[in-house]
């Protein structure tokens, strides 16, 4: 999945940042144990937008955490899937409700 790249989507923007995440020295044969746990801290602007582009297979399970973030501010992610399918989101363990139709954005509303 990685190295995982992030843009910035706002006008003007110049943000593009490729994270790779720490070598996972459990080795099991020819293949490494993938028992670590990836991370990919980045320092990014709140109340932005930012597109999310895997490398390679996305993971089936990610977690997002801002800390230390404006109160009132937030950030918007477009992650992009290499096929289509149903996903679900989670906001401190509840799964969200899907949005309504938006016909300018030919698509469900953002959450």
Request: cysteine-free; charged content about 20%.
């Amino acid at each position: 999945m990685q190295p995982i790249e992030i843009t910035g989507n706002e006008a003007g923007s110049t943000y593009d940042n490729m994270l790779n995440s720490a070598m996972d020295h459990v080795w099991d044969g020819f293949y490494t144990g993938q028992t670590r746990l990836s991370r990919f801290p980045m320092q990014i602007e709140n109340d932005k937008d930012y597109t999310i582009k895997f490398t390679g297979t996305p993971p089936g399970n990610m977690r997002f955490i801002l800390k230390d973030g404006i109160e009132g501010k937030g950030v918007f992610f477009r992650i992009i899937y290499a096929e289509a399918g149903a996903y679900e989101i989670k906001v401190a363990g509840v799964v969200q409700e899907s949005t309504d139709w938006n016909s300018e954005l030919g698509g469900p509303a953002p959450l």
